[in-house]
């Protein structure tokens, strides 16, 4: 598995290659905009210029992004709702403008209209956004959550739902550890990990993933909340990582970290510990 880490884009996002080569990335994830805001400047052509560069001259890849964090597909208002739909064709425009493959987004949340409305809203968001981005090639690749408040996706069933409802052409997924024991999905144990990939296998399908998200817990199986912690520090724990990291299907796809940056003067270190960590746990060929 290429491992990495989500880099900072802060001074361009060119900028976030080269804190991935100082961390040791073979793989990273970005923001391409601010990831708490509804307006984004535009990407400066030289930024592009560099960010294309560095890609090339360092060899890291695959580079996607996260999407903004105010967006939701499954919006009952219809100002959200709205800004949403916008905001996501900005992602997936200025991910064609970096050539990156895809896009990670939480499916959305319902927002008390229930789980299947806003499944059906989620999914039509989708449509309308790969209509008005019609000839690009990049995904939006449907993360794994971990169920807190309204939020979808913490089923593998609602995942295939989306793909079905909104077409498997422009949708993948990117399955999230943390989120994945806060949901009720262990792995803790050969048997356990091996039930949850087979259940993924066949309710989503192995050709839709294309990354993974390496975080541990600071909550217990089943806990519906999102909080993430250093690898080996949670619930996860390192055994659940080494059969992740070892699998013949999850080892195809990046694995990167979101994982506490810390008050460091150089946050880097915390990422090179947890990756140090993680290669330990890989088995030598």
């Known amino acids: 598995m290429k491992l990495g880490a989500h880099m900072s884009i802060a001074g361009g996002v060119d900028k976030a290659i080269e804190r991935g080569r100082r961390t040791g990335c073979d793989a990273i994830q970005i923001f391409t905009r601010g990831n708490m805001q509804w307006h984004s ?50 992602e997936l425009q200025r991910a064609d403008a970096l050539e990156l493959p895809f896009v990670v987004a939480h499916p959305g949340a319902h927002m008390g209209a229930g789980e299947n409305a806003g499944l059906r809203r989620i999914a039509d968001s989708l449509k309308e956004v790969f209509r008005q981005t019609r000839g690009s090639s990049v995904k939006v690749a449907l993360e794994t959550t971990a169920g807190q408040g309204t939020n979808l996706g913490y089923r593998f069933e609602h995942l295939a739902e989306l793909i079905s409802r909104a077409g498997p052409e422009r949708l993948a997924v990117c399955v999230d550890t943390c989120h994945l024991l806060a949901a009720g999905y262990d792995s803790r144990t050969p048997k356990a990990f091996a039930k949850v990939a087979a259940d993924f296998g066949r309710i989503i399908g192995w050709r839709f993933l294309v990354a993974v998200h390496l975080n541990d817990s600071k909550t217990p199986l089943g806990s519906r909340v999102d909080r993430h912690e250093h690898i ?37 270190q915390l990422d090179k510990a947890n990756l140090r960590l993680l290669r330990s746990l890989l088995k030598k060929s």
């Open 232 to 268: 080996g520090k949670g619930h996860v724990g390192k055994g659940a990582f080494r059969l992740v990291l070892n699998h013949p299907r999850f080892s195809r796809v990046p694995g990167v970290l979101e994982t506490p940056k810390g008050d460091f003067e150089d946050v880097s």
């Open 41 to 90: 400047r535009a990407l400066r052509a030289e930024e592009i210029a560099a960010f294309k560069r560095l890609r090339a001259e360092t060899g890291i890849g695959p580079v996607f992004a996260h999407d903004c964090y105010l967006i939701n597909l499954g919006a009952t208002n219809p100002v959200t709702l709205r800004r949403s739909i916008e905001g996501m064709v900005d």
